[in-house]
């Protein structure tokens, strides 16, 4: 068997708009499933049993038997003096050294953890003095009493510039006493509002973003257990606030086209675009009900595309289509429809710009419907494939831009990496591999990229780590591309993807705003920004995608993949995704594995480097 | 006067064409399976198609291809037909689907297998029909390329030429079957337009007016019939003239 491996070298600037958007039809069962539903935003909580502080901002802390660590984050933190325990007789602990690069630019992090366990009741001091004392430093404190535990969420999804945001906060075996939100904005500067008493048990604190951008937010919450001990807890999440570009700005129109689809006008109040360099894309969604024979309602599909907005603004409408037999299967009237649930968000991180929970839909003219298929049969998800795109003229004696232009497997690494993960020996065949490395990415963008690079080849299937399995399954879901002419048993398999988010993407914002941030703010792979985007993802995109976690294998003593991460995640994790956060519902999981972790320089090997498995999806793969 | 119009010969390539004429069908007939050669170049899977003559002038008015394929991706292909005369090569399909970018893309349709009859009515064009769930992808009466309308007015008699070439690496195919469908009408004064043929004295309608036609003239000698030539109500001396005259193979 021949084996090619080809680089991909990317152009700078990517030329997007002749990209072709699928017209994605999801079936009704996709909504009562939840999985074309946005969640509320409690269901993408960010929740901690540790506390990230300026060093100066605390002194002690009360280990309990947990897993009990201090972590000063600093540069050049082996310049620091550092210990716990008291004075002249640090209390025995096991120092370790570590990188950040991947979550800062000029960090580094020095761990100190604790042997034993202790009673949770004796205060231990923190000595963290820098060289200098403009020195920045913080602690990451773990004090091993993880049944106190803050969860804090926002109150909406709709985070504009100048509207109100809330934010709850509550405190888990703990009673609450006081808390703190510390917001960054995206020009730099800090504010501090105090959280208030919501009557219920927790805590609510308001802030009102004025600015677009991604704003950081510190929720910092003190507390008494039930011990009578004084327990901090943090989270540190990353707030998208962007402006309306689009809106409904009418009733929505529903007719039939001559091919027999049904087609939604959506009528749209569009922002001129305040930066032109580059193109906005929004992608809408609503769900389709109507009439059945016996008059109840019921769902009929859900539909969804990518619309580019226009730089000048102004009045447009974008067009999303549905296959009639949607209405036929269902034994539904089109007369009747009924639209639920308008969605629009941006793919910058899916971050929602509008929601009309029952927009207007007037019918217009008559409908004809075929005859009810037997089954959902393909070619009702995305449309007929288009004969042709607009503006594209044929070239008939064009040969492919590639040597080959064959049926490939496409490797991929995920966000901000410098070195590619997956060991390629363990591939046969064709296969090319996508490297861009230190990339911050949107998954539409990333998506993108997936769908330029297919351009070189007739079909690819796909192996992603990471973030490369939301772009594979973007990709997939809102393009036509070479991934559709994929065949074979599967077309898209993910290993330590974070489908549910990571709380690494805020953490990593927050240390940002001091050491720098190493490949900047990735609000896709926040808990919100991820829950958001995959309540775009049908169930056809996730039966064709397969997916592996792992985590670090659990010992007496290092029970973590990274000690860092490991204490702003929920165990099990792989150092950056936690087991749960790496669960793609309606998708083949394929297993959980231990003893590896999500990248190099953890404890245990890197996942992408399991021969075993990288054979498998090797012969497995669709191309 | 003779009537022989329209009619119609259905040629289909065989191993070893044989050509049978049935009434005004001509029939070829073939099980030939040929390889389509991944990226040949130049190794095309050809097939000839073989029109007889007839013994009269002719002029095709109408032409339709049908060809069956396996491929894995017929955006590799190019199918080209050349009539006898040699003189142009119709492009019936060439790397359907195919566009710079966007979908199917830069290397055309993508779908399996062709199972089509170009047709210059079909409403669909075979350059533009392609589906990722359809195989075959290419099916029924599609439109080719170019129209097979200005192969009209050529003589069909000699050897025609279907080429089926993969330009593409990657895939390979074969030739299933192929079939030619021809239609002719008499063209006597073999100007390329079909026209009527007068042939006076020509009584079996052979096309050859000879001894056959003579003795039938003879046998209504002062009677009346076909033989009475002039239409003067008898056959006589001046019907024998106009045979004797248009004596030999019609024109």
């Not at chain 1, 958007?21 to 999801?26: E, F, G, L, M």
């Not at chain 2, 979908?103 to 079909?122: E, I, K, M, N, Y």
Request: hydrophobic share 40%.
């Amino acid at each position: 068997m021949s084996c090619t491996i080809t680089l991909a070298i990317l152009p700078c600037l990517l030329q997007v708009h002749d990209v072709v958007p699928k017209d994605v039809n999801a079936p009704p069962g996709d909504i009562t499933a939840g999985h074309v539903v946005l969640p509320g935003p409690e269901q993408s909580a960010t929740s901690s049993v540790t506390a990230l502080l300026p060093a100066r901002e605390i002194d002690r802390f009360v280990p309990g038997s947990g897993k009990s660590a201090v972590v000063l984050i600093a540069k050049d933190p082996e310049l620091w003096d550092f210990s716990i325990g008291a004075g002249s007789q640090p209390l025995a602990s096991s120092e370790r050294l570590l990188d950040l690069s991947g979550m800062t630019q000029s960090a580094s992090a020095r761990a100190l953890r604790l042997l034993e366990p202790s009673d949770g009741l004796t205060s231990m001091p923190i000595q963290a003095k820098a060289p200098d004392e403009e020195l920045a430093g913080w602690l990451l404190v773990a004090d091993g009493c993880e049944d106190v535990r803050l969860t804090t969420h926002f109150g909406t999804r709709h985070h504009a510039p100048g509207r109100p945001v809330v934010l709850h906060a509550r405190m888990e075996g703990a009673h609450s006493a006081r808390g703190t939100m510390v917001l960054g904005s995206p020009s730099g500067d800090s504010f501090e509002h105090p959280l208030h008493p919501d009557g219920a048990g927790g805590l609510i604190g308001v802030f009102s973003p004025d600015e677009a951008g991604d704003w950081t937010v510190r929720s910092i919450v003190e507390s008494v257990d039930h011990r009578g001990v004084g327990r901090v807890r943090t989270t540190q999440q990353l707030l998208r606030s962007l402006p309306e570009s689009a809106a409904p700005s009418g009733s929505v129109t529903a007719s039939q086209q001559t091919d027999g689809r049904i087609e939604f006008r959506v009528p749209l109040a569009v922002l001129p675009a305040s930066d032109l360099a580059a193109p906005r894309r929004v992608a809408l969604a609503f769900e389709v009900w109507a009439t059945d024979a016996s008059g109840r309602q019921v769902p009929v599909c859900w539909v969804s595309r990518i619309h580019e907005l226009p730089a000048e603004g102004g009045a447009q409408h974008a067009s999303l289509r549905a296959d009639p037999r949607w209405f036929s299967l269902a034994g539904a009237d089109p007369k009747s429809i009924e639209l639920r649930e308008l969605r629009i968000h941006d793919t910058r991180g899916f971050v929602l710009l509008a929601h009309e929970p029952r927009p207007d839909c007037i019918p217009v003219g008559s409908f004809e419907l075929p005859s009810p298929p037997s089954a959902v049969v393909p070619s009702m998800h995305a449309g007929a494939a288009p004969e042709r795109i607009a503006g594209a003229s044929r070239a008939s004696s064009m040969r492919a831009g590639s040597p080959d232009g064959g049926h490939v497997l496409l490797l991929s690494h995920g966000y901000c990496t410098d070195q590619f993960p997956f060991r390629t020996n363990d591939f046969s065949g064709d296969f090319v591999l996508y490297e861009e490395y230190g990339q911050n990415l949107s998954n539409d963008e990333f998506a993108l990229r997936f769908e330029s690079l297919g351009r070189s080849h007739k079909s690819m299937g796909i192996v992603g780590h990471s973030q490369a399995g939301h772009a594979a399954t973007h990709l997939y879901t809102f393009y036509w591309s070479a991934l559709d002419w994929a065949t074979g048993p599967r077309k898209i398999q993910g290993v330590g993807v974070p489908w549910l988010g990571t709380a690494l993407a805020g953490n990593a914002a927050v240390l940002g705003e001091v050491f720098g941030i190493g490949c900047g703010e990735v609000y896709d792979l926040t808990y919100d920004g991820s829950t958001s985007w995959l309540s775009f993802i049908p169930s056809w995109v996730r039966q064709e995608t397969w997916y592996w976690t792992t985590s670090f294998e659990d010992g007496w003593f290092y029970d973590y993949c990274q000690i860092v991460t490991d204490l702003l995640l929920s165990d099990p994790d792989d150092g950056t995704v936690e087991q749960y956060a790496g669960q793609l519902a309606g998708a083949n999981n394929e297993g959980h594995k231990t003893g590896w972790c999500h990248t190099r320089l953890m404890r245990d090997p890197p996942q992408c480097r399991d021969a075993e498995r990288n054979v498998l999806m090797n012969q497995e793969a669709a191309r | 006067m003779n009537e022989r119009l329209p009619s119609r010969w259905l040629l289909t390539a065989m191993l070893v064409p044989v050509a049978t004429l049935v009434a005004d069908e001509l029939v070829v007939e073939s099980t030939l399976v040929q390889p389509v050669p991944d990226d040949s170049g130049n190794s095309s899977a050809l097939v000839e198609f073989v029109v007889p003559s007839s013994g009269d002038p002719v002029v095709t008015t109408g032409v339709r291809l049908s060809l069956r394929l396996e491929h894995p991706w017929v955006g590799d292909l190019r199918v080209t037909l050349r009539p006898p005369d040699g003189s142009t090569e119709l492009v019936m399909l060439d790397r359907p689907g195919l566009v710079p970018a966007g979908f199917p893309g830069p290397f055309g349709c993508g779908g399996d297998d062709l199972d089509v009859v170009f047709d210059d009515s079909a409403s669909a064009s075979a350059q533009d029909t392609c589906s990722l769930v359809a195989s075959p992808v290419l099916a029924g009466p599609l439109r080719p390329l170019q129209a097979l309308q200005s192969l009209s007015g050529i003589d069909p008699e000699g050897s025609w030429s279907l080429t089926v070439t993969d330009l593409q690496p990657g895939d390979s195919g074969q030739l299933i079957g192929a079939s030619l469908l021809v239609e002719f009408e008499i063209d006597c004064d073999q100007d390329g337009l079909p026209d009527e043929c007068t042939c006076p004295g020509d009584l079996d309608g052979d096309r050859v007016v000879g001894g056959a036609d003579l003795s039938g003239l003879l046998s209504q000698w002062n009677g009346t019939g076909e033989a009475d030539l002039d239409a003067n109500g008898v056959v006589d001396g001046a019907d024998l003239a106009i045979l004797i005259s248009a004596w030999g193979s019609c024109r």
